[in-house]
């Protein structure tokens, strides 16, 4: 069984600890964290691959509407709130759905099969395609498709990666982590080589001993990559093999 891994965050303890009951008695339902702020969610959210997001939207400093810009495009958000007037702005961010408290039940689990159901085929067409040719990712409040042929490499830093393609001037960053863009992408052709770097393999043009050169940028290879690094050389290195004639 699937099973979606969510996250509440609003400053409301009541309406955290509903949001929260419903989910225990959710079969498909595991809760990830509870959080009184969008802040204190950051870190959970981009590191821990959550499924669902319960978000309030008037909260203090960071609003749920803007959290939900920066958060990773395999998140679905279902926004939990006391004001309808919300609603169209909620779905042009991308939400899943719209509650308006105080949260039924009944009105809950319409949304937890809605997002059991898109979550299902995510990984239905994650696990069939191998040849996925672009990946979207939000960045400064925007969507980019990037073409994965034209990724070159792929760097972490804390929260965020930055993602380096062909023609383009400077790196796109996103805010993710390095796992769940890992798993999107074809591992046919990316490698993972140190814990802040996964690059293409097939833009590979020079290694000098353990690094990897991208034109003015070095990657390394960790130790704890380099077995793995090596063996992907080795099936694909062309092996010259001598005619005893050419001795003659």
């Known amino acids: 069984m699937t099973i979606l891994r969510c996250c509440i965050v609003d400053d409301e303890p ?33 590191e821990e691959s959550i499924d669902v997001i319960f978000l309030d939207i008037n909260m203090p400093q960071l609003n749920g509407m803007e959290f939900a810009r920066i958060v990773p495009p395999t998140c679905r958000i279902v926004f939990t709130t006391a004001y309808d007037k919300y609603a169209i702005e909620g779905f042009k961010v991308g939400a899943l759905d719209f509650l308006l408290k105080p949260v039924s039940y009944e009105e809950f689990i319409g949304s937890a099969n809605r997002a059991l159901a898109w979550s299902d085929l995510r990984r239905r067409a994650e696990a069939s395609d191998t040849s996925r040719e672009y990946i979207m990712v ?46 999107t992408l074809p ?15 097939t833009k590979i043009r020079v290694i000098e001993r353990n690094r990897i050169l991208f034109g003015r940028h070095a990657i390394p290879v960790s130790d704890s990559y380099k077995q793995q690094f090596s063996d992907y050389i080795a099936a694909h290195m062309l092996t010259v093999v001598r005619d005893s004639n050419d001795d003659q």
């Open 14 to 46: 009541l309406a955290r600890n509903l949001i929260a009951s419903y989910i225990e008695k959710t079969p498909f339902m595991e809760l990830a964290g509870s959080f009184g702020s969008a802040q204190e969610a950051v870190k959970t959210v981009i």
């Open 187 to 201: 591992s046919n052709i990316f490698l993972r080589v140190h814990r802040s770097y996964i690059i293409n393999a």
């Open 138 to 183: 939000k960045s400064e409040y925007r969507l980019v498709q990037i073409p994965v042929r034209d990724i070159i490499f792929i760097e972490g830093v804390k929260d965020y990666v930055k993602i380096y393609v062909d023609g383009e001037e400077k790196a796109i960053m996103t805010l993710m982590n390095m796992k769940t863009l890992e798993r």
